[in-house]
């Protein structure tokens, strides 16, 4: 008896868990200390709906703008130049017969080109339609009478954008068939790797960068992204924490974008029915916007034994950075008292009797 009363003394001093016992954390808020590091809410019909999930907007009917962009050329680009001339026995065909092609003309290093009897041209940073009258105005007069030249894009590094991160297939992808926005570059990357909520898009054009949630650009926040454009997809920090008697503890990612406390922990298995007290379901959370005079931190009691605690479980809303906890039944933490007095106590019989 004098060793069973020690333990029990000593008894939260030693005993293994994972948190707070559900008293203590009732306890130390019942009071009206204004020094209380946290605000104890239970969550009942009444007050439930100031934390309840907003419903979801109305589909959006916008669509991005595109717009037309000037592909001005950089070096690594290739372009198709195609030269004609007007005069009969020309150097090059005329028009009529289809002109001189000259494919694959890649820009070098130094931005220039290089096409017979127009020599050296430098067109880094030029259009398309400057190309063309770069070379015009080096053939006329001295090898055509004249000419007409004509340029198209074959391979586009001026014009492209960088895909990578989060996506299943990244790459370098082509706007030549016309302006891309953030939705065109990830479908040709194969499309993300986790849940849209769970996707943030970096966009960075060399001028400016921006972030936007993947979920977001779904909802109809598209946007047309410009030529060497890279966007990178990051998994954004939607996370919880699970902890205590549920089946699946840890670090997790929500299951949606504005998840329920019921979803959050079906997402986790469950409460562990061997043992979880019903009565001790808690989400911890920091308050980024605090009234006057109020605890940054708060406390949301959940007691699952009553019936109506599914439909409030349903409708309380989970973000990102809270931690779900649920607390020992009383019976499973006496389990771990006793459990290793009675095998001792029957050890030292089993001792005595030999």
């Not at 605000?39 to 100031?50: H, N, Q, R, Y």
């Not at 009383?330 to 290793?340: A, G, L, N, R, T």
Request: one cysteine or more; aromatic letters at 6%.
């Amino acid at each position: 008896m004098v060793l069973i009363s020690s333990v029990l003394a000593g008894c939260g001093s030693f005993l293994s868990g994972s948190g707070p016992y559900s008293s203590s954390i009732t306890s130390e808020s019942s009071g009206k200390d204004p020094n209380l590091p946290y605000k104890l809410i239970d969550l009942t019909p009444a007050s439930v709906g100031e934390y309840s999930r907003q419903a979801p907007p109305p589909p959006s009917a916008k669509v991005s703008k595109t717009g037309t962009t000037a592909i001005q050329l950089v070096p690594g680009d290739v372009i198709k130049v195609m030269i004609s001339d007007s005069a009969e026995g020309g150097v090059f065909a005329p028009l009529s017969s289809g002109g001189t092609s000259f494919e694959n003309v890649r820009v070098s290093a130094d931005g220039t080109i290089s096409l017979p009897y127009a020599g050296t041209v430098n067109v880094r940073g030029f259009t398309l339609t400057q190309v063309d009258n770069a070379i015009k105005k080096k053939l006329k007069g001295a090898v055509a009478t004249d000419p007409q030249v004509h340029s198209e894009m074959v391979g586009d590094l001026s014009g492209s954008v960088l895909v990578a991160g989060a996506v299943k297939t990244p790459g370098r992808f082509s706007s030549l068939q016309g302006p891309l926005t953030i939705l065109d570059a990830v479908n040709m990357a194969g499309g993300p790797v986790l849940e849209p909520h769970l996707i943030n898009v970096v966009v960075r054009n060399g001028k400016q960068s921006y972030s936007i949630n993947y979920d977001d650009v779904l909802s109809g926040k598209n946007r047309q992204v410009s030529p060497r454009s890279e966007l990178i997809l990051e998994r954004a920090r939607q996370r919880f924490v699970a902890m205590g008697s549920v089946k699946d503890p840890g670090l997790k990612d929500l299951p949606s974008r504005n998840p329920s406390l019921l979803e959050v922990l079906g997402s986790v298995g469950g409460l562990d029915e061997g043992k979880a007290d019903p009565q001790g379901v808690f989400v911890f959370r920091i308050n980024q916007e605090p009234k006057d005079g109020e605890p940054a931190a708060e406390v949301f009691r959940l007691d699952m034994r009553k019936p109506e605690s599914i439909f409030l479980a349903r409708a309380f809303q989970v973000f990102p950075e809270d931690a779900v906890y649920v607390t020992n039944a009383p019976v499973y933490e006496w389990q771990k008292i006793i459990s290793p007095i009675v095998q001792t106590l029957v050890l030292g019989r089993t001792v005595s009797n030999l």
